[in-house]
């Protein structure tokens, strides 16, 4: 078992969380879990790291000024480190949020009858069904049917979830947000995207 996450990192976090458009805050928790890699409470001095280096690396990307060359390098990096990483970093996260996007269908939901089985689950570090990875930070999108779901309700409540940088929860409209309930485990990650009616 992990010692808990250093009380600096979780304040790093929320910094960030604060202020999604800015680069400061991640480059100082970059340069935090470089200098405090052995007391940051995470499973390791490699894995901390690691994060720094991701989160320097996909800054880096998002600048609008990046040359085709040295893009083409950051973006190697940037691969060898999630398919090192992302799947200890988001445990069960991709695979049930994939889940809730394809169910099975068919006549046999309700009992008996034919059910096509879901589409199979194939775990892409870079990002997949619902999440991605955005300079070191973790983004979460959710449909309101999503809310309830006791294994990412677990996830969300778990030390993985401290990464999240925002959790988008796709509305309908306006009406809809005042139907939605909320876990109290996604509050501190929750955002919101509203679509019309007519895309949602």
Same mark, same amino acid.
């Given at each position: 078992?992990? =010692? ?5 990192? $979780? ?13 400061? =805050?991640?480059?100082?928790?970059? +340069?935090?879990? +470089?200098?405090? #890699?052995? #007391?940051?409470?995470?499973?390791? !001095? #490699? ?6 280096? /991701? ?11 990046? +040359?085709?060359?040295? !893009?083409?390098? *950051? ?7 999630? #398919? ?7 445990? &069960?996260?991709?695979?049930? *949020?994939?889940? $809730? !996007?394809? =169910? ?9 009858? @034919? ?10 570090? $870079? ?12 983004? @979460? ?7 309830? +779901?006791?294994? /990412?309700? !677990? ?34 990650? $929750?955002?919101?995207? &509203?679509?019309?009616?007519? *895309?949602?």
């Amino acid at each position: 078992m992990n =010692p808990p996450l250093h009380p600096d990192l $979780l304040g790093l976090l929320a910094s960030c969380r604060a202020a999604p458009a800015d680069d400061t =805050p991640r480059l100082v928790l970059a +340069d935090f879990l +470089d200098e405090h #890699a052995d #007391a940051a409470g995470l499973p390791s !001095a #490699a894995d901390a790291r690691a994060r720094a280096e /991701l989160i320097r690396v996909q800054v880096e990307l998002a600048r609008p000024t990046l +040359d085709a060359g040295h !893009a083409a390098g *950051l973006r190697a990096r940037e691969g060898r480190l999630l #398919a090192a990483h992302a799947a200890g970093w988001l445990g &069960v996260l991709p695979r049930r *949020l994939h889940e $809730l !996007a394809h =169910p099975p269908f068919g006549f046999g939901r309700a009992g008996g009858g @034919v059910v096509s089985p879901p589409r199979p689950f194939e775990f892409n570090p $870079l990002g997949g069904v619902g999440w991605r990875f955005a300079r070191g930070l973790l983004t @979460v999108g959710l449909r309101p049917t999503d809310l309830g +779901d006791p294994e /990412l309700g !677990a996830w969300f409540a778990s030390p993985r979830a401290v990464w999240t940088e925002e959790a988008a929860v796709e509305l309908s409209g306006p009406g809809a947000l005042e139907r939605l309930k909320v876990p109290d485990a996604l509050r501190p990650y $929750l955002g919101r995207e &509203v679509r019309p009616a007519t *895309l949602g």
